[in-house]
């Protein structure tokens, strides 16, 4: 059965010092540190990487991050993967999905995706999850 969880997040993105790149290809590195409130509570370190384009508004990014707290009173950590894409005038992408089996502690088998909400400078989140028991 799936559950959804709600709540609010404060986000700080930052830009990561260069290393290697791979010439002709325009990636940024940031990286991700929020803190969550409502029915997660907790904290996640990640790290994403942007590409824009030459069209103004077009651009994309993937992330990880490592949730660590609770999801509705269970204490653990689990990994999202983030994947979007956007276009001027258009609908932003945004997939974000939980790690197969990164749940760890309280929340081994967690499974889900979660939906992030941006109004003005607001963020917040809506997650749809299963918890399986632990094998």
Known sequence: MTSQAAGTF????????????????????????????????????????????????????????????????????????HHATMKENADFQLNIVVVPDSGTGELTGLAGRMEIIIEGTKHSYRFDYTLAAAK
């Open 10 to 81: 404060e986000v700080k993105v930052k830009p990561l010092a260069e290393d290697h790149k791979v010439p002709g290809v325009p990636v940024g590195r940031m990286s991700i540190d929020k803190q969550f409130k409502g029915d997660i509570e907790g904290t996640s370190l990640g790290e994403m990487m942007t590409v824009g384009t030459p069209v103004k508004g077009s651009a994309g990014y993937v992330a990880i991050e490592v949730v660590t707290g609770s999801l509705k009173g269970r204490k653990g950590s689990f990994t999202l993967m």
